[in-house]
């Protein structure tokens, strides 16, 4: 059984080029012990405040301090029950402090939550801030956009590119703008080693495609990742606040493919222990034994036909009942699998699920188009590079060139997140310094990174 020891992880926030304050915030939760990794796991979440002056800051500032307490305080009644429940609270209390003063009035945030625990991976969602899994070669979104480009997809009137033409910034569902809102939760997914969680703002996916992030996130380790793919959206116009969890899952956070463990509750109903309740293969077996019965006495079958006539009809009933125990099996062997409500108490039964995720999936394996749109957005900006810079920035895209085409696909990167990086420095440089930070990021204040 995992102690989720071996996952690494990093983080970073940057006000972007074009914005004066960062409304973005985030939050990292480890677990203290492997207890503590059974009872709630690991915690990452990223929260897009919107609302005038100050107000999106508070909101996303309260989503991240608040959301891991709540959360942690009960995981051990059920993590997607107390996921759920931090979210709504923490909405009333962005809410709450909004109707109190008329300068944050209306606030709100995004947030989107990823909680790595032993039997998988759990997501909980308001908002378009996302939630990826890379695997290997494929980045899948487990977050569905609540927004108006993607629900006027969803609703079949428009294709995905005419969507697009919609205003990509209307968001149709976030924390603090109503007394309630209604959460997306997502999974438990399977977690295999090697695979990488990334969480960001819109600043992120808005200029680095889901393609681009799963090539990067796979092919580099979580920090160099981060500052790669944050440097990345700030060479291509940084218009937003940008924000990025990379995090790399080891074998000690890989799920058993095979365990016994509880129901989880997903409401508050009954909060007395019972015992957990598993499907049941017996109805599964019953069915096919019903099954093969009426086939073997039907009116068609060779037995039958050879029987005297008086043992005919007999047969047809015997052959009728069969049929009859077998769907009735079968119905009871579905019903095993899903969901049960037990007395008006959902619960989501071992090998359940919740949502419809993965909602996108990218092939995001080191093609050569892809490696050259990379290198040549860092190519273009490079022009407004002092000449000493240009030319080491240009120096490790060549060698970046080169790696590719050798299909050296690490070195290739290693040179893509070099030429990244003095581009970073050079805008860090001209900001004064004050940009950037593991931890902490321009307008971001400090967020809790353990309990409190």
């Not at 625990?117 to 494929?138: E, I, K, M, Q």
């Not at 910034?169 to 703008?177: A, E, F, L, V, Y």
């Not at 200029?207 to 990742?225: F, K, M, S, T, Y």
């Amino acid at each position: 059984m995992g102690n989720g020891t071996s996952l690494v992880c990093h983080d970073l926030s940057d006000v972007g080029r074009r914005r004066a304050s960062n409304q973005d915030s985030r939050a990292v939760l480890p677990p203290a012990d492997p207890q503590q990794y059974q009872a709630r796991g690991w915690l990452f979440l990223v929260a897009d405040g919107m609302g005038a002056h100050a107000a999106g800051e508070l909101a996303s500032s309260i989503a991240a301090r608040q959301v891991p307490l709540v959360y942690e305080k009960t995981a051990e009644r059920s993590p997607p029950l107390a996921l759920r429940r931090a979210l709504e609270q923490v909405n009333g209390e962005i809410h709450q402090r909004g109707e109190n003063a008329a300068e944050f009035r209306g606030m709100g945030t995004t947030c989107s939550v990823l909680v790595l625990l032993p039997r998988g991976a759990l997501v909980a969602h308001v908002g378009d801030s996302r939630v990826y899994r890379v695997r290997r070669t494929t980045i899948d979104q487990l977050t569905r956009d609540h927004s108006l480009v993607w629900d006027l997809e969803a609703s079949g009137g428009l294709s995905r590119e005419q969507a697009g033409a919609a205003p990509r910034n209307i968001i149709t569902r976030s924390m603090g703008p109503h007394p309630r809102v209604d959460v997306d939760l997502e999974g438990p997914f399977g977690v295999e080693a090697g695979d990488v969680f990334v969480l960001c703002s819109d600043g992120l996916s808005g200029q680095v495609a889901d393609e681009e992030i799963g090539l990067l996130a796979a092919g580099l380790e979580p920090r160099a990742a981060a500052a790669t793919l944050l440097g990345l959206a700030l060479i291509r116009g940084g218009p937003d606040n940008v924000t990025v969890i990379v995090a790399r899952a080891g074998a000690e956070e890989v799920s058993p493919r095979h365990r016994r463990a509880d129901d989880w509750p997903l409401t508050d109903d009954d909060p007395s222990p019972r015992q957990p309740t598993r499907p049941a293969w017996w109805p599964l077996a019953a069915s096919a034994v019903g099954l093969f019965v009426s086939l073997l006495v039907s009116p068609w079958s060779d037995l039958t036909t050879r029987l005297p006539e008086p043992w005919r009809p007999v047969c047809w009933a015997i052959s009728a009942l069969a049929l009859v125990v077998a769907f009735g099996a079968l119905a009871v062997a579905i019903l095993g699998f899903l969901p049960a409500d037990v007395g008006g108490r959902f619960v989501l039964q071992p090998g359940g699920r919740l949502g419809r995720a993965p909602y996108r999936s990218y092939d995001s394996s080191p093609r050569p188009a892809l490696l050259e749109g990379i290198v040549g957005s860092i190519e273009s900006a490079s022009d407004g590079l002092a000449e000493p810079q240009r030319l080491r920035t240009l120096d490790h895209l060549a060698r970046a060139r080169q790696h590719g085409a050798g299909q050296a696909v690490g070195e290739a990167l290693a040179e893509i997140a070099a030429a990244v990086a003095i581009y970073v420095r050079s805008l860090e440089a001209a900001r004064g310094g004050d940009t950037t930070g593991g931890t902490t990021g321009i307008g971001t204040p400090p967020m809790p990174r353990g309990p409190a």
